[in-house]
């Protein structure tokens, strides 16, 4: 599976868009970009995942570069609650396994 | 709707017991899988279950046993603890439908003390 570079950590603004970047510039034709986060102490959550189109659903919306080598997720209104670890994971269309980096720290301010 | 849940929550154990953590779904799901997740090295895959009898080994299997007898079961057992297992362990489940929908679920994780 691709390997995946994100920033450290990050903070936005309650009640604005927060956006995380995710480099997977190794990526190859069948890998999934899949984006989880981790709110302390709790267990991974799913939000979104996409192949090469935008996706969007109730959570999160998912914008991956023409040349898949990036990707953007957005929460398009944070809120304190989404304070969170955010991981971006490369996987196989056909694999279960996912490889977890040290992701993103979002902190949502008021 | 349960969903996945784990047991026990928090566990504090010695050093050489025998120590087993229990994962149910309720989804029927195929594959299951347990991680760890220790400050500084993220979560890791210890075993995964594609199905009832079927296991394999994931990134760091060492001192740790599993069985799937059936579905909705996924019991890690470390046969003699170390204080190098004090960790959070994680269950997940996943049904692998459409193609590259494979979501993993997470179950609330256990809190395990080695002393």
């Known amino acids: 599976d691709a390997k995946t570079t994100q920033p450290p950590s990050m903070d936005c603004a309650e009640g604005r868009a927060a956006n995380l970047p995710c480099n997977h510039s190794?990526?190859?034709?069948?890998?999934?970009v899949y984006w989880y986060r981790q709110i302390h102490s709790q267990g991974p959550q799913y939000i979104i995942h996409g192949l090469k189109n935008n996706e969007t659903n109730e959570m999160a919306s998912l914008i991956i570069t023409e040349d898949r080598k990036s990707s953007t997720l957005i929460l398009p209104h944070a809120t304190l609650r989404d304070t969170a670890v955010y991981y971006c994971?490369?996987?196989?269309?056909?694999?279960?396994?996912?490889?977890f980096g040290a992701g993103t720290i979002l902190r949502v301010k008021s | 709707d349960a969903g996945i849940t784990q047991s026990p929550r928090y566990k504090i154990t010695e050093t050489g017991r025998q120590v087993t953590l229990m994962c149910h779904q309720t989804?029927?799901?195929?594959?299951m899988f347990w991680y760890r997740q220790d400050l500084g090295h993220g979560l890791r895959l210890i075993y995964y279950?594609?199905?009832?009898?079927?296991?394999d080994k994931g990134e760091v299997p060492d001192g740790y046993v599993v069985s799937r007898s059936k579905t909705e079961n996924f019991p890690l057992t470390l046969e003699s603890a170390t204080r190098s297992q004090t960790s959070v362990y994680f269950c997940a489940s996943s049904d692998p439908g459409l193609r590259g929908t494979d979501t993993q679920y997470f179950g609330p994780g256990t809190r395990l003390t080695v002393l």
């Open positions: 279950s594609a199905a009832a009898d079927i296991t």
């Open positions: 190794t990526i190859s034709g069948n890998e999934y």
């Open positions: 994971i490369v996987r196989q269309e056909y694999g279960n396994k996912l490889v």
């Open positions: 989804w029927s799901h195929s594959y």
